[in-house]
């Protein structure tokens, strides 16, 4: 099992000083790589649902950091931790322009890009933007991941989608990594499947929380879909990594889900352990905990706190 954590892009701990300081000590401890969110702007209404809240309500403030631009420098900061945007909301940048920046990360940081990519929930941001229409972000996400590979991968590249076009060109330098930068898949609704067996190197749910559960049973269900769209795009399903989300890492409180039952990733170490070794059953092989709070102090402490665990479960 490897692990990974969120990066706070916005708030007291999103500055220079404390970002350093919590990458820097999650490499020591052993994670293997750092998430990192996607937003732009704000706009003061939102009326669009937020997924991930039982309210449907937006927890952000209008402040954040650009996800490209925080993941360079996190490059620069350490020398291990894989980069992982999560995720990128794909059709909000011009694709040429992403494949580009993308592939300088990638070559700067010694090939430890990965990309987490999405379709996005705020209409609101989308027209702020001047994004593609928002009804139709799946089918552009699906083109630009298209354009992603064929810049990656091929020089002189040309390409003539639906939605962007362009003459050959050359696109350089390419990535390290090849054939090119792993692709994980976020969300977990029919489509975001289809996308990971089609496009993707992985699969990249959020899960444990009150408005998203995503306990084991239903983990199941979900990952035998997912092989079988696998397969019918004629790919091995074990070539595909699962990466599942967690909620925020807080030992000290056991959370409860509706019904009176613990949520996994809560409660004691050892408990928490179990978790861990349920879920690597299933065929998880990365597991991302949040240690994010306004306290630089508390995000550490939580942090070390976790690397017990790291430590413990090294042979799950």
Request: no cysteine; aromatic share 8%; proline share 6%.
């Given at each position: 099992m490897r692990y990974g954590f969120y990066l706070p892009t916005r708030g007291q701990t999103a500055t220079p000083e404390s970002l350093e300081s919590l990458v820097t000590r999650g490499e020591a401890l052993g994670f293997a790589s750092v998430m990192i969110a996607d937003h732009l702007v704000f706009?003061?209404?939102?009326?669009?649902?937020?997924?991930?809240?039982?309210?449907?309500?937006?927890?952000?403030?209008?402040?954040?950091?650009?996800?490209?631009?925080?993941?360079?420098?996190?490059?620069?900061?350490?020398?291990r931790l894989r980069l992982v945007t999560s995720v990128m909301i794909v059709p909000y940048r011009n694709p040429?322009?992403?494949?580009?920046?993308?592939?300088?990360?990638?070559?700067?940081?010694?090939?430890?890009?990965?990309?987490?990519?999405?379709?996005?929930?705020?209409?609101?941001?989308?027209?702020?933007?001047?994004?593609?229409?928002?009804?139709?972000?799946?089918?552009?996400?699906?083109?630009?991941?298209?354009?992603?590979k064929t810049l990656w991968t091929k020089s002189p590249a040309s390409f003539s989608g639906r939605f962007y076009r362009f003459e050959a060109l050359r696109c350089q330098p390419q990535p390290v990594q090849k054939p090119h930068p792993p692709i994980w898949v976020g969300g977990h609704s029919k489509a975001a499947l289809r996308?990971?067996?089609?496009?993707?190197?992985?699969?990249?749910?959020?899960?444990?929380?009150?408005?998203?559960?995503?306990?084991?049973?239903?983990?199941?269900?979900?990952?035998?879909?997912?092989?079988?769209?696998?397969?019918?795009?004629?790919?091995d399903p074990a070539s595909l990594t699962i990466s599942y989300k967690a909620p925020v890492y807080d030992v000290s409180q056991t959370q409860l889900?509706?019904?009176?039952?613990?949520?996994?990733?809560?409660?004691?170490?050892?408990?928490?352990?179990d978790d861990i070794a349920t879920y690597a059953h299933l065929g998880v092989s990365e597991l991302v905990f949040d240690f994010r709070s306004e306290s630089l102090?508390?995000?550490?402490?939580?942090?070390?706190?976790f690397g017990s665990v790291i430590r413990k479960t090294a042979g799950v």
């Open positions: 706009p003061v209404s939102i009326k669009s649902r937020y997924p991930y809240t039982v309210t449907g309500d937006f927890p952000g403030q209008g402040d954040v950091l650009d996800q490209l631009s925080l993941m360079a420098f996190v490059a620069a900061k350490t020398t040429v322009l992403t494949a580009k920046a993308l592939a300088t990360i990638d070559v700067l940081s010694k090939g430890r890009v990965t990309l987490g990519v999405g379709v996005g929930w705020m209409r609101e941001e989308f027209e702020a933007l001047g994004a593609p229409e928002f009804d139709r972000r799946g089918a552009v996400t699906d083109e630009y991941l298209r354009i992603f996308r990971a067996a089609r496009f993707g190197n992985g699969w990249h749910p959020v899960g444990a929380n009150a408005a998203v559960p995503l306990p084991p049973a239903e983990l199941r269900a979900l990952l035998e879909e997912l092989y079988r769209l696998a397969e019918a795009e004629r790919r889900r509706s019904g009176g039952e613990r949520r996994p990733f809560s409660g004691s170490a050892s408990q928490i352990t102090s508390e995000s550490l402490e939580r942090m070390e706190r």
